[in-house]
């Protein structure tokens, strides 16, 4: 069993930055992709960004790219999202997930384990 406990997410204004964690236990960290994903109210869970296991391989959405950057602390069973830039349609629910494979998946389906959700609003 593995768990996902998230943190870090909070209020900003339109332009500023956060950085949400996502802490695991449960499986060998090192050897498993990760990936953030987010919701917003009446919408579907989109992918957001996703690393490799080793974290040579980091993949973004078009709609993030440039503004956020995935990285992991395999050696702290971390992976983090820095979202810088945020503009209010960033606002949704922040989930960070497992896979078991080495590479990212944009696919929800290819996700095992799920975190909780951190709730992330911008303010215009």
């Known amino acids: 069993q593995v768990q996902l406990v998230e943190s870090g997410g909070g209020l900003v204004q339109a332009g500023g930055s956060l950085r949400l964690s996502c802490a695991a236990s449960g499986r060998t960290f090192s050897i498993y992709a990760m990936g953030w994903f987010r919701q917003a109210p009446g919408k579907e869970r989109e992918f957001v960004a996703g690393?490799?296991?080793?974290?040579?391989?980091?993949a973004y959405a078009d709609s993030v790219k440039g503004r956020f950057t995935i990285s992991r602390d395999n050696a702290k069973n971390t992976v983090y999202l820095q979202m810088n830039s945020l503009k209010p349609e960033d606002t949704a629910v922040y989930y960070c997930?497992?896979?078991?494979?080495?590479?990212?998946?944009?696919?929800?389906?290819?996700?095992?384990?799920w975190g909780q959700g951190s709730q992330v609003t911008v303010s215009s």
């Open positions: 997930a497992s896979r078991s494979g080495s590479t990212w998946s944009p696919g929800k389906d290819d996700y095992d384990y």
């Open positions: 690393i490799s296991g080793s974290g040579g391989s980091t």
